[in-house]
């Protein structure tokens, strides 16, 4: 038997290291942390993504010779707290005292120089471990010139490579991320920061020089810091009059942000954070996402729309500040909140803000939609106020400051005449189903069939082998076919109910769908229209990385898109079905197309797989959702409708067909085309089954 045996400390940090800082994102993140904790007012951050190299200076308080020698030979050092009753108090990032000490665990080169305000020697630790001997650190004085971006009065500068050599597999991996990806993971989590620290001065750039981002002399004037910084990282997502500033104030919780009132085809901008702390709670964001859908947000200044061929999201940035205790910080590694100790009254406010924001939707007519570069006021949707308890908070009232104030219709158009015109009004003549008088039907037909298996609600499966074994019935009320499969039972046969347009349906779309992929496949330049004047479309500088990355995923489907600046695009060609329903709404192509790139960053779509003939129905999940919306609408509007009355040969045809599909029991949207009516006992039923010729009930 193995016996136990205690880890010797070095073992132990190795393992930990990994777990505390386990990605190159995560290191940026605690170096950057780190220099706000030290008070900085200016960061300059210096990165090569190849490498994995960080170079990072502050203008924070510095570390003195004492703290210096501490570095990476001691774990859980920190000047953040002394006793865990301290962290309720808590206003820093960082307290663990782990994630410096992880990331000289983890890194073969490190070089950290510092001086503070009042010593005038400045300091240096360094380590290079090329053989992973785990080598100490060496302190000594700066003898060398000072650095040029080192301030002469006081700050830091942190200088580290070698990222995981230790663990080479690791950072191979990292390494084969697509740059665009790393720097979407970076982009957010310094949004992150800065939206806790709005006005510090902060920028990122590669070691080529090239600026990612620049956030610097942002100013609290008219509460706009957060657009600013969204702005400053993400770059020109939407015009910046299209946000709305929201507060809320309740006891001793206080919540803050700005709402977009125009919709992006990602979620990835939603945000919310308590005690200047990422907030991840899946469960507000659906709650909260759900409110705006059912108010069908974005869509009702569009010119035009094809089913759904791009996601609606509002862009969400809140920051909460309300009491926390001890276990509100130690949730995750990360730091980030999982789930607040007060979280009922937070995801009541919450809620309250988001439903009052879109009752102001409904109320205001915006005009900003028609007319981006409309002025606009601050507008402020406050709903602060003395409030006794959670119950009354319902009973608050939407205060709207600085609302403009539009004219009548009379003061549009002085000098046209507006002539009133009379409707008549037409009631809309209903089509309704007398439910009673089937039920009494169904009944009378039940009852001739004594031995019917109980047909109360259950879960039933059916297997493509089932339905090829179909035999038909009869039609339905033109609306549906009745036919009967094999069930499970030897001795049983189950009866369905089909929808003829929802199968009809399913048959002409995977029709449409298998044409048009294989033609991908096999003539990739047939059906795609060359664009006599090409489209010019603007994206920010990290959407035009991802277009880059992912070109041939819109070149295969018929698109040709050429970049023009690093924030411009130009789409030279279209799929000729698109371009027949796009006319002159270029807002709707390029959220169908941002729409495609989201959905392959996140894996909601795949990348294409050419010379699948055979398999075929393998790149349905590769179509951009922008097209598949028109070949549903397609098949919708050519399918066999209710009321079309059908021959036991269109039936026998329309089932052949739909049987033989991949997706035979949805219809194109998604709805059931095949509904299990019961199952009937075939030897205790012969005798009637035989002598019945129709069933229409």
């Known amino acids: 038997m193995n016996s136990i045996y205690e880890l010797d400390s070095k ?48 203008n924070g308080d510095g570390i003195d010779r004492c703290g210096l020698s501490k570095i990476g030979k001691v774990a859980y050092i920190t000047t953040k707290i002394k006793k865990i009753n301290d962290l309720p108090n808590l206003s820093t990032f960082g307290f663990r005292g782990e994630a410096l000490y992880s990331i000289c665990k983890n890194c073969t080169k490190v070089k950290i120089i510092s001086k503070r305000k009042d010593y005038n020697t400045i300091w240096c630790i360094k380590r290079s471990d090329n053989q992973n001997k785990n080598v100490d650190f060496e302190l000594t004085r700066w003898r060398d010139d000072p650095p040029i971006l080192l301030l002469p009065t006081h700050g830091t500068i942190i200088e580290i490579d070698g990222f995981l050599e230790k663990f080479p597999i690791r950072r191979k ?40 981002i620049k956030s610097t002399n942002v100013t609290s004037h008219n509460n706009k810091e957060l657009i600013h910084v969204f702005t400053n990282v993400f770059g020109y997502v939407i015009p910046t009059n299209f946000f709305k500033r929201v507060a809320l104030s309740f006891q001793n919780i206080s919540i803050d942000g700005v709402i977009s009132t125009t919709s992006v085809p990602t979620n990835r901008f939603q945000h919310i954070f308590i005690n200047n702390r990422l907030y991840e709670n899946p469960r507000l964001l659906k709650e909260i996402n759900q409110v705006f859908n059912n108010f069908k947000f974005g869509q009702e200044f569009e010119t035009k729309s094809v089913g759904t061929p791009y996601s609606h999201y509002p862009i969400i940035i809140l920051r909460i500040f309300a009491p926390q205790n001890i276990s509100d910080l130690i949730q995750s590694p990360s730091k980030k909140v999982i789930l607040h100790s007060a979280f009922d009254k937070i995801h009541i406010l919450v809620m309250k803000i988001i439903e009052g924001f879109v009752k102001h939707l409904k109320s205001v007519a915006f005009v900003e939609h028609n007319q981006a570069t409309l002025p606009t006021s601050n507008t402020l949707l406050n709903f602060n106020g003395q409030v006794s308890d959670l119950t009354t908070i319902r009973e608050t ?62 879960e039933i499966n059916i297997k493509h082998t089932q339905l090829r074994s179909f035999r038909i019935i009869n039609q339905v009320d033109n609306k549906f076919i009745l036919v009967k499969i094999p069930s499970f039972t030897e001795n049983n046969e189950l009866l369905l109910l089909i929808d003829q347009h929802a199968a009809d349906e399913r048959v002409k779309l995977e029709m449409y769908l298998h044409d048009y992929i294989i033609q991908r496949i096999k003539t990739p330049t047939l059906n795609v229209c060359s664009l006599e004047n090409p489209i010019s479309l603007q994206v920010t500088s990290l959407e035009m990385s991802s277009l880059e990355y992912y070109y041939s995923e819109f070149e295969v489907w018929g698109f040709s898109i050429q970049k023009t600046t690093s924030t411009s695009i130009v789409v030279k060609c279209l799929p000729q079905i698109l371009n027949q329903r796009i006319g002159k709404d270029y807002n709707f192509l390029k959220n169908g197309i941002l729409q495609h790139l989201y ?18 129905w393998v790149n349905v999940n590769s179509i951009p959702i922008l097209l598949l919306e028109l070949f549903t609408s397609k098949s919708c509007r050519n399918s066999i409708m209710f009321g079309d009355e059908l021959t036991l040969d269109d039936c026998q045809s329309l089932v052949t067909k739909l049987a033989e599909c991949n997706m035979p029991f949805n219809c194109a949207h998604g709805r059931p085309s095949i509904v299990p009516l019961f199952n009937i006992d075939i030897k205790q039923n012969e005798s009637i089954i035989n002598k019945m010729q129709d069933y229409l009930l």
């Open 397 to 458: 009232k939407l205060a709207i400051t600085n609302k403009r104030s539009y004219p009548d219709i009379s003061s549009i158009a002085p000098n046209t005449k507006l002539e009133k015109t009379n409707f008549k009004r037409i009631s809309p003549k209903r089509i309704t189903h007398n439910y009673n008088y089937y039920r009494h039907d169904i009944n009378k037909a039940s009852q001739s069939l004594p031995n019917v298996i109980n047909s109360t609600a259950k």
């Open 599 to 616: 959905d392959l960053q996140q894996g909601k779509r795949c990348k294409f797989k050419k010379n699948l003939i055979s398999e075929w």
């Open 173 to 212: 991996t990292i390494q084969q991320i697509p740059a665009f990806k790393l720097l979407t993971e970076i982009k957010l989590l310094i949004f992150n920061i800065l939206c806790c620290k709005p006005f510090i001065n902060f920028t990122l750039e590669t070691v080529t020089h090239e600026l990612l």
């Open 11 to 58: 073992t132990i940090a190795n393992i930990r290291s990994e777990l505390v800082i386990p990605s190159f994102t995560d290191v940026l993140k605690e170096l950057i942390e780190n220099s706000i904790d030290a008070n900085a007012t200016e960061i300059n951050c210096t990165i090569d993504l190849s490498t994995l190299k960080i170079f990072i200076q502050d």
